[in-house]
């Protein structure tokens, strides 16, 4: 059971806008940044998101971030095709002193 | 741009070690950390633990008694190395490198690592 809570799935019709969320704690949401993750079929989660809400460059600006408390969101608008993939979130986690991800989110673009 | 290479046998007996290697390029090697990561098949991520420059570790708990990692400078290198597997440590594995000032991340292409006899 990972630590940090994401939905299995979520799914869009292309051009709509979709949130996936990261439930998480104190030790690690609370008080620590957010990275989100792209993973597409076959290939390496590759960072879409940088503390909370920061893209790295190259990184289309429909893609957003966000946190409040012990929650993050990923948000993603004018949903396209490509976007296809698994996402991941992680934070680094006090307790742990280390990196906690969530269990993923499929994405499916109908 | 920093590239991660890894290299690595794709199948361990039980009970026996698992090593990995991954190559650094592109990039200060000095101003990064480094994490393995692995991810069994259909499952999440799981942090296995990052080593710095210093060559300081922290590993993950579940797995402090059969990982360790270790740096080689003059190849710009990381290893893994997970002793006494079993079929639980099949999955994919990563390394990846996390900027000092930016925190930012590549990742390497990912090894299959199957444990079986």
């Known amino acids: 059971q990972p630590d940090l809570t994401q939905p299995p799935s979520a799914s869009g019709t292309p051009g709509q806008r979709v949130t996936i969320s990261c439930s998480g704690s104190a030790s690690n949401i609370g008080n620590n940044a957010v990275n989100w993750y792209q993973q597409l079929p076959g290939a390496a989660p590759k960072v879409l998101i940088l503390n909370d809400n920061q893209r790295p460059s190259g990184v289309p600006g429909r893609f957003s971030g966000s946190r409040s408390g012990t929650s993050a969101s990923l948000a993603i608008s004018g949903l396209q095709s490509e976007d296809e993939a698994d996402y991941h979130c992680?934070?680094?986690?006090?307790?742990?002193?280390?990196?906690?991800f969530g269990g993923g989110t499929k994405l499916t673009v109908l | 741009q920093v590239q991660l290479q890894q290299s690595g046998p794709g199948l361990v007996q039980p009970s026996e070690t698992l090593s990995l290697t991954c190559t650094f390029s592109?990039?200060?090697?000095?101003?990064?950390?480094y994490m393995w990561i692995r991810q069994p098949a259909g499952k999440a991520l799981e942090w296995l633990g990052h080593i710095r420059y210093s060559g300081r570790v922290n590993f993950n708990p579940s797995l402090r008694s059969r990982i360790n990692m270790s740096i080689d400078k003059s190849k710009q290198q990381i290893s893994l190395e997970l002793t006494s597997v079993t079929a639980a440590d099949t999955a994919l594995y990563y390394c990846a490198s996390s900027g000092l000032l930016t925190g930012n991340q590549a990742w390497g292409q990912g090894t299959v690592v199957r444990v079986s006899s």
């Open positions: 992680a934070s680094w986690d006090d307790t742990l002193d280390g990196w906690l």
């Open positions: 592109g990039g200060a090697f000095n101003s990064h950390y």
